[in-house]
């Protein structure tokens, strides 16, 4: 019996590109050019870029490196890529995840940003202690910033959560920024997760 929901491969993906009349092409035993590939933000081309990574290595290094370069779309594009790419395959990000928080303070792309809190959301623990601390210091910050994107808020709440699971120490920190900057946000949901968040970090032991 023929697995009905099993990944296409890359040459099925160009099939099917082909009769949507998106082509793509490239050199016989070239590593494929993603910054030539993602030509477009549709699930098609995503997911084709996703099967066509797989679990190359290099590959995944490319999507890292466009997504850092912060030159949107293709930041963002790729960005989307990795994490799809990383959510079949966790090996993959786990060399980059020490980067990757270091890189958080630069963010200048909300959809990037909300990405790789995505991704993070999955991989809240970093072994560098230096990156953790910048990582949550990174956070507390954006949770009190109203010019972040409500996914961006809501993503760094969860994380903040899980690593306040690891180091009970900081969770009357977090709750207290909570509470001084839920007031002031706008969005009813987030209001409504934050004090939720606030209930669990000061009950749990």
């Given at each position: 019996?023929?697995?009905?929901?099993a990944p296409l491969n890359p040459a099925q993906w160009t099939q099917i590109l082909s009769r949507a009349n998106i082509i793509i092409t490239f050199a016989p035993m070239q590593k494929p050019d993603f910054s030539s590939i993602l030509s477009d933000s549709s699930r098609a081309m995503i997911d084709y870029a996703v099967a066509?990574?797989?679990?190359?290595?290099e590959l995944f290094r490319q999507l890292m490196d466009l997504a850092y370069g912060q030159k949107p779309p293709l930041c963002m594009r790729a960005a989307r890529v990795a994490d799809l790419s990383?959510?079949?395959?966790?090996?993959?990000i786990e060399p980059y995840l020490t980067d990757m928080v270091r890189q958080l303070p630069k963010l200048k792309d909300m959809a990037v940003k909300r990405v790789f809190l995505h991704i993070l959301i999955r991989h809240s623990w970093v072994e560098d202690e230096e990156a953790l601390?910048?990582?949550v210091d990174t956070l507390?910050?954006?949770i009190r910033d109203d010019n972040q994107a409500i996914a961006?808020?809501?993503y760094a709440l969860t994380i903040l959560e899980?690593?306040?699971?690891?180091?009970?120490?900081?969770?009357?920190?977090?709750a207290m920024v909570l509470e001084e900057a839920l007031p002031f946000w706008d969005s009813t949901a987030l209001q409504t997760l934050g004090k939720k968040t606030i209930k669990r970090l000061m009950t749990c032991k």
């Open positions: 019996m023929t697995a009905t929901n066509m990574v797989g679990t190359d290595t990383c959510e079949r395959h966790p090996e993959l601390c910048l990582m507390l910050l954006w961006v808020r809501s899980h690593i306040a699971q690891v180091i009970p120490e900081l969770k009357r920190e977090i």
